[in-house]
């Protein structure tokens, strides 16, 4: 395990040093994560760190929803983040998303076939809701249960929900064609050592790499604390079996 992890600054190309990079990055197979690798990134969220991690929607920042100072960090990793707009969940299962969040019978069905995937369900929070997650007057939560490999292994081994960020906003993804899978992009936010370098120093502290190619595409958003349920935002994704249009 010493040799899985590396400094940016020593594990790239002579170009990419000149970032003087300092994260650490770990490589993971995505089709079977390594455990032992999981764990060692565990261990950095269990204590406050922040992660750059693969998922179905792209490149994200995560961190334990159980410290305050994790919504600090992806604030200044996202500086264009409005600070009262919260920060959507990662959870396991569709049970630790019922301690978090209120669940009709109707939300129930269409979250089973929804989950896990690329949807972000807006929610009436709890009390058991974590405070950094909750949006304005501690109303609602955003919350995906992802089907990405990598994050499944994470979420599956950590008891507390994730509090994540894509790394950067839907309308500079849009101006650049971002939903196009057309094109073949080389903008900063689909590499680790380009988004290293685009973050603020010393707030990531782990890079996740892997082989496979990372989807650019966002998640789709339904407000389910409203009746009916609202699409606020479509990211491409089926809809049909959702039921709301």
């Given amino acids: ?4 992890i590396s400094h940016c600054k020593n594990s790239f190309s002579h170009n990419e040093k000149e970032g003087n990079l300092m994260t650490q990055v770990l490589s993971i197979h995505q089709k079977n994560p390594d455990k032992r ?17 693969p998922s179905e929607t792209g ?3 995560i961190g334990s929803a159980s410290y305050d100072s994790t919504h ?6 996202r500086p264009g983040h409005p600070k009262n707009k919260p920060f959507s969940l990662f959870c396991k299962d569709i049970s630790q998303v019922s301690k978090l969040a209120y669940l009709t019978t109707q939300t129930f069905r269409i979250a089973t076939r929804a989950w896990p995937g690329p949807y972000t369900f807006i929610l009436p929070c ?11 007057k501690r109303k609602t939560v955003g919350i995906r249960i992802s089907n ?7 979420t599956m081994e950590i008891d507390n929900p994730l509090l994540v960020t894509s790394i950067t906003d839907d309308e500079e993804l849009l101006a650049q064609d971002y939903f196009d899978e057309n094109n073949v992009h080389d903008f900063w936010w689909t590499n680790v050592t380009d988004i290293c370098k685009q973050a603020s120093p010393g707030i990531i502290d782990l890079a996740i790499k892997n ?10 958003i339904v407000d389910f604390s409203q009746e009916p349920p609202e699409i606020i935002r479509d990211g491409g994704w089926d809809l049909d079996f959702l039921g709301l249009k």
Avoid: W
């Fill in 211 to 220: 082989d496979e190619i990372v989807p650019i595409k966002v998640s789709t």
């Fill in 1 to 4: 395990m010493t040799n899985a």
């Fill in 37 to 53: 690798r999981i764990k060692e990134v565990i261990e950095i969220i269990d204590r406050g760190g922040i992660i750059l991690a």
């Fill in 126 to 136: 709890t009390k058991n809701t974590p405070k950094i997650a909750a949006g304005p």
């Fill in 59 to 61: 490149y994200c920042f």
């Fill in 148 to 154: 990405h490999p990598i994050i499944q292994s994470i």
């Fill in 72 to 77: 600090e960090k992806l604030l200044k990793l």
